[in-house]
């Protein structure tokens, strides 16, 4: 759940298009770095790290988090504990993934050269994010395409530094304090001074409806919790997306499309309405960070090779243990057989007696609701 997911609501977006007014988009301009394949997502993903490196060059003050990458090194790391020998040399692999990545992004930051070592390295750090966003491994970690790296040549060479450059602040990948919690995790993909940043690697020169959502989304999250390694006063006068494929950004002034003496009303049903919609808050807090990590293991293991049958009994004593000795409020962990794809959960904590359910459905026909009851 997100950010992305809670505006994809009927509700919200009803309720957005009524208070927020889609301002005229009169940009025209010719694509400057049309796509050359069709990975569109994972050149987006991998922009996204490229940027991410070209800005702390270019603003050397530059206030950075934990890339995703990362996270999903870790995640997969935990996971790999509980699975056979195949997924300890997909684990190596990553860890060298991550390892050469800082390496080279070091060396960027001192040399300032965009060469293809800095290009590929975006695209394998963009491979490792779907470990953690989605619970999903990619099958094709560590390929890599030619014609992703010259699309991402192209992207990188149209950036206008004159935009980007910082004169006090520039936060890479901010969040918005607890106010992100709210939606089940939210970050933008940058604080230039006074402008909240969206970047979309996209063809189409196009303002649409869920961009505009997403940033005013954005706006909304940092008046409830304000961001992340901003001072407490600092004000956000600005909305932009930079759409990359133009080396375009554009920027919509906060009081051309906000009405501050509604504004407050607003907030109080956008706090109520997440609280309705993420009400399974603590499951999605499991899988990003509060429980034991016990559901991470178990999910991401149904990606994994096939296991042996004393290895999945391993499996199951040691999380199980886990789960008894370390689980927190709210803990569970879930084993699937793989044969009938049928599965069974268990729930429990260092304070209470695990409790067994075994529903009637394989984990591909199981709907959310399926676990609130």
Not at 3 to 28: G, H, I, Y
Not at 139 to 162: C, R, T
Not at 195 to 219: A, P, S, V, W
Request: contains cysteine; proline residues 4%; aromatic residues 10%.
């Amino acid at each position: 759940m997100s950010l992305t997911s809670f505006l994809a609501n009927k509700d919200v977006k009803e309720r957005f298009l009524q208070e927020f007014p889609k301002p005229k988009f009169d940009l025209e301009k010719e694509i400057l770095a049309p796509p050359l394949i069709n990975h569109w997502g994972l050149v987006g993903t991998a922009f996204d790290y490229l940027m991410r490196f070209y800005l702390k060059r270019l603003n050397p003050k530059a206030t950075e988090k934990e890339w995703v990458a990362e996270i999903a090194a870790k995640i997969f790391n935990i996971a790999s504990k509980y699975t056979c020998d195949g997924d300890k040399k997909l684990l190596e692999k990553i860890q060298n993934i991550l390892s050469n990545a800082k390496t080279i992004y070091l060396q960027y930051l001192k040399s300032g050269e965009m060469n293809d070592e800095v290009i590929k390295s975006a695209i394998l750090l963009a491979q490792l994010d779907p470990i953690y966003r989605a619970g999903v491994i990619d099958k094709n970690i560590g390929a890599i395409d030619e014609g992703d790296v010259k699309d991402l040549k192209n992207l990188i060479s149209v950036v206008d530094p004159n935009v980007f450059k910082a004169k006090e602040l520039c936060v890479l990948n901010p969040t918005f304090g607890e106010a992100s919690m709210l939606v089940g995790g939210a970050d933008v993909d940058l604080l230039i001074d006074n402008t909240l940043i969206e970047i979309k690697t996209t063809k189409y020169l196009k303002l649409e409806r869920d961009y505009f959502n997403q940033i005013i989304g954005y706006y909304i999250l940092y008046r409830i919790g304000g961001i992340y390694a901003a001072p407490p006063e600092h004000k956000i006068e600005k909305l932009g997306i930079y759409y990359s494929r133009y080396g375009v950004l554009y920027t919509i002034a906060i009081n051309d499309i906000i009405n501050e003496t509604k504004l407050l009303s607003f907030i109080d049903w956008f706090k109520k309405k997440a609280a309705i919609e993420f009400k399974d808050i603590k499951s999605s807090e499991l899988i990003a960070q509060k429980t034991t990590k016990i559901l991470r293991q178990g999910l991401l293991s149904r990606s994994f090779s096939p296991m042996k049958k004393e290895e999945r009994i391993n499996l199951y004593k040691q999380a199980l243990t886990e789960l008894i000795q370390k689980g927190g409020d709210g803990s569970f962990v879930i084993f699937e057989e793989p044969a009938t794809k049928k599965f069974v959960q268990f729930a429990g904590s260092k304070e209470e007696n695990p409790l067994c359910d075994i529903p009637p459905k394989n984990l591909q026909q199981t709907k959310k609701s399926d676990f609130e009851s």
